[in-house]
């Protein structure tokens, strides 16, 4: 009879090792749950990626209540990549643990929104100051693209698209900054203001021309200082535009804050 391929173990008298192979069947099993973990993978990043998107979005509204099978039914994945995605924006800030299988929208007081804009203007101007040593024609001509969609959604009264176009018009000037470190900490912080800014809707519909002004003028700052080269005139613009909304006449009375 053959003996079988043992090994014995170092240090350990009597005792023996039988040499583990890779057989057909085991590399089978091995694949198949590969195979079953990476749909669930995949759930669980669209899930994430389509819940933050709707944050960012304002669809959500400061102190609003949300559970797992809502969200699940909202974003049309199972409520097992909700959890995980929930988990996850409120580590981020996004949202406030709830029992119940249930999360809340968090409430903000004006203190607190001031030093969120605070560091908003610390960080997003210094991207925009880093994009204008970066950029390209090209990619001044896509800016230029998008905010004529911008000003074209305020004449149109279209809240949701200007929205859109706005966050699309930041954050391509983010990228092209070429900070990995930066984008994530200017998420979390758009993520925090995101559902309060939703809230000012109605008052920047019923005065289209402040609206338009807030959407135009120092977008067009920032165009003109990428188009100059000029870093500190770019992080001067980003100041003053995300400071533009505080200036009109019913901004802070229109929040949904909670007392200081």
């Known amino acids: 009879m053959r003996k079988p391929n043992v090994k014995a173990v170092p240090g350990v008298a009597g005792v023996h090792k039988t040499k583990s192979k890779t057989t057909p069947q085991r590399a089978a099993r091995r694949g198949a749950a590969a195979e079953r973990a990476a749909p669930r993978e995949a759930a669980h990043s669209r ?20 559970t797992l099978r809502s969200l699940a039914r909202q974003l049309a994945v199972g409520e097992m990549p909700v959890r995980e995605a929930l988990r996850r924006l409120t580590s981020e800030g996004a949202f406030e643990a709830l029992p119940n299988r249930s999360a809340r929208v968090p409430t903000l007081n004006r203190r607190q929104v001031e030093q969120i804009l605070e560091l908003r203007g610390y960080l997003e101007g210094k991207a925009a100051a880093l994009a204008a040593r970066n950029i390209t024609l090209v990619q001044i001509e896509q800016l230029r693209a998008v905010q004529n969609g911008i000003e074209k959604s305020v004449d149109n009264g279209d809240s949701r698209t200007h929205t859109a176009l706005n966050m699309a018009f930041h954050f391509e000037i983010y990228r092209i900054a070429d900070n990995p470190v930066l984008i994530p ?10 559902p309060l800014v939703a809230s000012i809707v109605p008052l920047l519909t019923a005065k289209p ?38 200036k009109i006449p019913g901004y802070w009375d229109s929040l949904e804050l909670t007392p200081d």
């Not at 900490?185 to 995101?194: G, K, P, S, V």
């Not at 700052?221 to 533009?244: I, N, V």
């Open 185 to 194: 900490l200017i998420q979390t912080l758009w993520l925090r203001m995101a």
């Open 47 to 66: 899930a994430y990626a389509v819940l933050k998107e709707a944050v960012l979005a304002g669809n959500f509204r400061p102190g609003e209540v949300v």
């Open 209 to 246: 021309a402040a609206f338009r002004r807030v959407a135009s003028e120092n977008h067009e700052r920032l165009l003109a200082a990428f188009q100059a080269r000029d870093p500190a005139g770019a992080e001067d613009a980003m100041h003053r535009d995300l400071l533009a909304l505080t």
